[in-house]
């Protein structure tokens, strides 16, 4: 059993910067490690769409190609957290962004535990 609690959404104008953090709390005989970790966006009427993703020990990552070149995706084992730095904002960022965990990896993971979300607005 994973939970998941996103942190430090916000309003940031185009152009700007903005630091999404998600801590675990990890259960069941397993560690933070087990798992690799994405984030996910989902704006107003529309489907909700992968972000990035980072394996278990941070070694790889996998990103988006609308994220590409502006958001980094990072983790902290020790401290059992996940970041995505998002620099160049634009305002079709604007989105409810979630953390996720999944015991595998990459763009066909299935993730089993989600975070409530942190909405993010850039104003234009």
């Known amino acids: 059993q994973v939970q998941l609690v996103e942190s430090g959404g916000g309003l940031v104008q185009a152009g700007g910067s903005l630091r999404l953090s998600c801590g675990a709390s990890?259960?069941?005989?397993?560690?933070?490690?087990?798992?690799?970790m994405g984030w996910f966006r989902q704006a107003p009427g529309k489907e909700r769409e992968f972000v990035a993703t980072?394996?278990?020990?941070?070694?790889?990552?996998l990103y988006a190609d609308f994220v590409k070149g502006r958001f980094t995706i990072s983790r902290d084992n020790a401290k059992n957290t996940v970041s995505l730095q998002m620099n160049s904002l634009k305002s079709e960022d604007t989105a409810v962004y979630y953390c996720a965990a999944t015991l595998d990896y990459g763009l066909a993971a299935h993730y089993e535990y989600w975070g409530q979300g942190s909405q993010v607005t850039v104003s234009s």
């Open positions: 990890v259960g069941s005989g397993r560690t933070f490690t087990d798992y690799s």
């Open positions: 980072i394996s278990w020990t941070g070694g790889r990552t």
